[in-house]
């Protein structure tokens, strides 16, 4: 008869474990960038099925054992920013090894039948629970993966450490009175109380991952809209000045009239200058064809052209890029910034710019005249030398933060009286996504 049962008892772990597997990549699949290949999904989910499968109680030094291969199996099946997946790491485990112990140390004892019927009635346990999880998320979770910046994703990582040592606590600590009755009970007792909460602020923690991705691409998309708000005023603003000109142009015409027919030639020559060094009738010059990129260089090629600093662009971008336009804002816009508050103070301010993708790369080069030799501070970035310093010297870091995300490098080099800034980015699409994946 026990070996009946066996029989019917393995092939069923298996199958529960591979279902809980399943729902667990399902969980996770908004919050990761797997490495490409099919093969290290199927790795990811034998990890998470081993570890649902795992026998963990209040007391068991096992936890201690399986956090080192499941962070290692983790990261090499992930990519992306790698504070995002230790944040994301810890969560799922908390998520999975809390609910390991509840089934195994109170389910099995409520059930009252030791063996193999236990055994198999936690692991169902387990299943009906992930599945449950997955059912109430679902609908909350995003189709895209989630992307954070640094800043936030240092945030989660906080976060998760509470429910990871709240379950280290309470699972190890009680490691040394497995063999003393009074104080093992107390353990237990502080298990009842605190593995829930672990459970429960492990799956409150993936849904808020959520709402700050929604609440960080809603923050990105109104940075974007005020910068086509800026374009589309530039562009109203050219219309106005036609409409004056069109209207004005039988005045005009009438004076060059009254001045040819007293033979002031000369006096007509200069009022024909005049006209035409009107901005109404040279237009807005496009850069690009991208829109996005096309919109950042006129606004700053404008406000460089009002600050009498000489602009050189160099600019070979197509229609469409795998690049979220938040991002391209970001880099374009930063970049050009910099230059323009650092030209505009030396006597003969110059910008240089270069950008074009080409062979997988996105390439944008920013050269300007500087004046002297800027300050590094200890963290090896260049200091801001703007008077308030609490607003501003945050442009380079979040460039920083988008080359590395996007898998690309950015160098900055300095000396006297001349700054280069260098960003090269791959063009894949793991980049379209916006602001910090994981």
Same mark, same amino acid.
């Given at each position: 008869?026990?070996?009946?049962?066996?029989? *019917? %008892?393995?092939? +069923?772990?298996? !199958?529960? =474990?591979?279902?809980?597997?399943? @729902?667990?990549?399902? &969980?996770?699949? $908004?919050?990761?960038?797997?490495?490409?290949?099919?093969?290290?999904?199927?790795?990811?989910?034998?990890?998470?099925?081993?570890?649902?499968?795992?026998?963990?109680?209040?007391?068991?030094?096992?936890?201690?054992?399986?956090?080192?291969?499941?962070?290692?199996?983790?990261?090499?099946?992930?990519?992306?920013?790698?504070?995002?997946?230790?944040?994301?790491?810890?969560? *799922? %485990?908390?998520? +999975?090894?809390? !609910?390991? =112990?509840?089934?195994?140390?109170? @389910?099995?004892?409520? &059930?009252?039948? $030791?063996?193999?019927?236990?055994?198999?009635?936690?692991?169902?346990?387990?299943?009906?629970?992930?599945?449950?999880?997955?059912?109430?998320?679902?609908?909350?979770?995003?189709?895209?993966?989630?992307?954070?910046?640094?800043?936030?994703?240092?945030?989660?990582?906080?976060?998760?450490?509470?429910?990871?040592?709240?379950?280290?606590?309470?699972?190890?600590?009680?490691?040394?009175?497995?063999?003393?009755?009074?104080?093992? =009970?107390?353990?237990?007792?502080?298990?009842?109380?605190? &593995?829930?909460?672990?459970?429960?602020?492990?799956?409150?923690?993936?849904?808020?991952?959520?709402?700050?991705?929604?609440?960080?691409?809603?923050?990105?998309?109104?940075?974007?809209?005020?910068?086509?708000?800026?374009?589309?005023?530039?562009?109203?603003?050219?219309?106005?000045?036609?409409?004056?000109?069109?209207?004005?142009?039988?005045?005009?015409?009438?004076?060059?009239?009254?001045?040819?027919?007293?033979?002031?030639?000369?006096?007509?020559?200069?009022?024909?200058?005049?006209?035409?060094?009107?901005?109404?009738?040279?237009?807005?010059?496009?850069?690009?064809?991208?829109?996005?990129?096309?919109?950042?260089?006129?606004?700053?090629?404008?406000?460089?052209?009002?600050?009498?600093?000489?602009?050189?662009?160099?600019?070979?971008?197509?229609?469409?890029?795998?690049?979220?336009?938040?991002?391209?804002?970001?880099?374009?816009?930063?970049?050009?910034?910099?230059?323009?508050?650092?030209?505009?103070?030396?006597?003969?301010?110059?910008?240089?710019?270069?950008?074009?993708?080409?062979?997988?790369?996105?390439?944008?080069?920013?050269?300007?005249?500087?004046?002297?030799?800027?300050?590094?501070?200890?963290?090896?970035?260049?200091?801001?030398?703007?008077?308030?310093?609490?607003?501003?010297?945050?442009?380079?870091?979040?460039?920083?933060?988008?080359?590395?995300?996007?898998?690309?490098?950015?160098?900055?080099?300095?000396?006297?009286?001349?700054?280069?800034?260098?960003?090269?980015?791959?063009?894949?699409?793991?980049?379209?996504?916006?602001?910090?994946?994981?």
């Amino acid at each position: 008869m026990y070996e009946e049962i066996k029989a *019917v %008892f393995y092939p +069923l772990w298996v !199958l529960l =474990a591979f279902c809980n597997g399943l @729902l667990m990549e399902k &969980l996770c699949a $908004p919050f990761l960038q797997l490495r490409p290949g099919k093969l290290w999904k199927a790795v990811l989910i034998l990890c998470f099925a081993g570890s649902s499968g795992m026998v963990i109680w209040v007391g068991d030094p096992n936890l201690f054992y399986t956090l080192p291969v499941f962070l290692a199996v983790f990261f090499a099946c992930t990519r992306g920013d790698r504070v995002g997946r230790l944040a994301v790491c810890l969560v *799922v %485990f908390s998520l +999975l090894m809390s !609910l390991c =112990a509840l089934s195994d140390s109170y @389910l099995g004892d409520w &059930l009252g039948r $030791p063996g193999l019927e236990q055994y198999i009635f936690t692991r169902l346990v387990r299943t009906l629970v992930l599945g449950a999880i997955w059912l109430i998320l679902r609908r909350r979770l995003p189709a895209r993966p989630v992307q954070l910046p640094r800043r936030l994703w240092k945030l989660a990582l906080g976060l998760a450490a509470l429910p990871v040592c709240s379950l280290a606590a309470v699972v190890l600590l009680a490691t040394p009175y497995r063999n003393q009755p009074e104080p093992y =009970a107390v353990s237990m007792s502080m298990g009842l109380a605190v &593995l829930p909460v672990v459970l429960l602020t492990s799956v409150v923690l993936l849904a808020s991952y959520t709402l700050l991705a929604e609440h960080e691409a809603l923050e990105q998309a109104g940075r974007l809209a005020a910068l086509r708000e800026v374009y589309y005023q530039g562009l109203q603003g050219q219309e106005d000045q036609v409409r004056r000109l069109r209207h004005d142009l039988r005045n005009h015409l009438t004076a060059l009239q009254g001045l040819l027919a007293r033979g002031q030639t000369k006096a007509a020559d200069d009022y024909l200058k005049q006209l035409l060094d009107s901005e109404a009738l040279h237009g807005r010059r496009r850069l690009c064809e991208n829109e996005t990129a096309d919109v950042v260089l006129s606004a700053k090629a404008q406000a460089m052209e009002q600050a009498g600093v000489n602009a050189r662009f160099g600019v070979s971008l197509p229609k469409e890029l795998p690049l979220a336009p938040t991002d391209l804002c970001a880099l374009l816009g930063n970049a050009l910034d910099n230059a323009l508050e650092a030209a505009r103070r030396t006597p003969e301010g110059w910008v240089s710019v270069r950008a074009r993708a080409d062979k997988g790369l996105l390439m944008l080069q920013v050269e300007n005249s500087a004046p002297g030799l800027p300050v590094r501070e200890k963290n090896g970035r260049f200091a801001t030398t703007k008077a308030d310093k609490s607003a501003h010297g945050f442009g380079l870091a979040g460039m920083e933060e988008i080359a590395r995300r996007c898998g690309g490098t950015l160098e900055a080099k300095a000396e006297e009286g001349r700054f280069a800034l260098t960003v090269c980015i791959p063009l894949a699409p793991s980049c379209e996504n916006g602001p910090g994946g994981v």
